[in-house]
């Protein structure tokens, strides 16, 4: 059964212009911060503390500060997320959040319910500047990176949202927009899931997903261990070139060095690698064994995504026999693959599928109207 619902309006505090959101600090930013204005680093804690475990947002409350810090924050500073304007369970309890931003764009937010774990999808930019052939969210086109706040914002608000409903045990980057492309915010908001005066989640549940922003993979490697994921959908540079146009920038030897490099952050690493199934483009065997080759001196882990149409997508996802066909071939060669299972299909917050509301500045949108009117051979359907 779908469950639509659009959550009524609930009026916020007004929000002084100019004050400072708490939230786009991590603790090493609020450390500064206080430190910044006289006070001991320790604060910092404290503050993670009332916020992310006490759900305290009401600086009067927060008993452990001085007054005259507490009239200073309320006076200069704020405590603010995206709101939620629209909410949709879909029936295997998949639920898709919209979030209004300050700007009035709108990003979404999926949590996936699993028996033993509770995956939140967050998004990281509003509309993508990339312009990866088969994922819708490329087609909105790009207004801006997200802020830290507007990042943290969206697990604060979804588990908020939740309540007892569900528990958020893992976070994937893999909402809209490419996290690597707004690293500082992107590394910021993971630092304080991760922290354990906020949400506390260990690095193997954090994972970042890149479509292959080599110089920000090695930059990653250096300061944020957290799980990588690489969206590879193709194992030559030509038909990469089509499907992930960054690509032609960071071609695949240098993608799989930079793999290599994170893999041997700690002995037995992976990386995985995602690799969406379209008929008739990359799903042959000759594309397994390729596959197979690519990834020799890699440790990897493969992750099929069943292709997720979405309105004039100029591809269709391969059968399910050359999915396990694929997969056979990929576990037979000593590769563990998983095909991802499709969610929230029937809202609309499987992969690809979250497009928000952009305002799109990169006239992304229009090129792909071009592309639909003038497709080339192989996006016939
Ligand atoms: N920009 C990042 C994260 C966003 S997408 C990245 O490229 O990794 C998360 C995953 O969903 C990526 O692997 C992406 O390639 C995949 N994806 C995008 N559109 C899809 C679609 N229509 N069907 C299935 N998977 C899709």
């Known amino acids: 059964m779908l469950i639509f619902s659009l959550l009524k309006k609930s009026v916020p505090e007004p929000v002084k212009p100019n004050a400072i959101n708490l939230l786009d600090f991590d603790r090493k930013g609020l450390a500064a911060f206080f430190v910044g204005m006289g006070e001991k680093p320790f604060r910092a804690t404290q503050l993670l503390k009332w916020i992310y475990q006490e759900g305290i947002e009401d600086f009067d409350l927060m008993t452990n500060l001085s007054k005259p810090l507490r009239a200073y924050l309320k006076e200069h500073c704020c405590i603010a997320t995206p709101e939620i304007v629209l909410e949709q369970i879909a029936s295997d309890g998949t639920r898709k959040w919209v979030l209004q931003t300050r700007c009035g764009n709108r990003v979404e937010t999926v949590f996936i319910p699993e028996e033993s774990r509770g995956t939140l999808c967050v998004s990281s930019q509003i509309g993508c500047a990339l312009a990866c052939t088969f994922c819708s969210t490329a087609q909105q086109g790009f207004n801006r990176n997200l802020t830290t706040a507007e990042i943290i914002g969206q697990v604060y608000a979804a588990q908020n949202r939740l309540g007892n409903a569900g528990?958020?045990?893992?976070?994937?980057m893999m909402?809209?927009?490419?996290?690597?492309l707004n690293f500082d915010n992107v590394v910021a908001a993971m630092n304080l899931m991760m922290d354990d005066f906020s949400f506390g989640l260990s690095k193997r549940r954090v994972t970042i997903s890149t479509s292959g922003v080599v110089p920000a993979m090695y930059r990653l490697t250096e300061v944020c261990d957290v799980s990588l994921a690489v969206s590879l959908h193709a194992v030559t540079d030509e038909l990469r070139d089509q499907l992930v146009p960054i690509n032609k920038k960071y071609p695949l030897n240098e993608l799989m060095e930079a793999c290599r490099e994170n893999a041997k952050l700690a002995p037995r690493r992976t990386v995985t690698f995602e690799y969406v199934m379209l008929d008739g483009i990359n799903d042959s065997l000759t594309d397994a064994h390729g596959l197979v080759k690519l990834l020799e001196t890699v440790p990897a882990k493969i992750n099929l995504i069943p292709f997720n149409p979405f309105p004039n997508s100029?591809?269709?996802c391969s059968s399910n026999n050359r999915i396990n066909q694929f997969k056979t071939l990929l576990n037979d060669a000593g590769i563990v693959t998983t095909v991802r299972k499709t969610?929230?299909?029937?809202?609309?917050?499987?992969?690809g599928q979250l497009v928000g509301q952009v305002q799109d500045k990169s006239r992304r949108h229009l090129k792909f109207q071009a592309i639909d009117q003038n497709k080339p051979d192989h996006f016939a359907s």
């Open 314 to 316: 100029p591809y269709r």
């Open 343 to 351: 969610r929230g299909e029937d809202i609309d917050a499987a992969c």
């Open 167 to 172: 528990k958020i045990t893992n976070v994937v």
């Open 175 to 180: 909402g809209m927009g490419e996290p690597l």
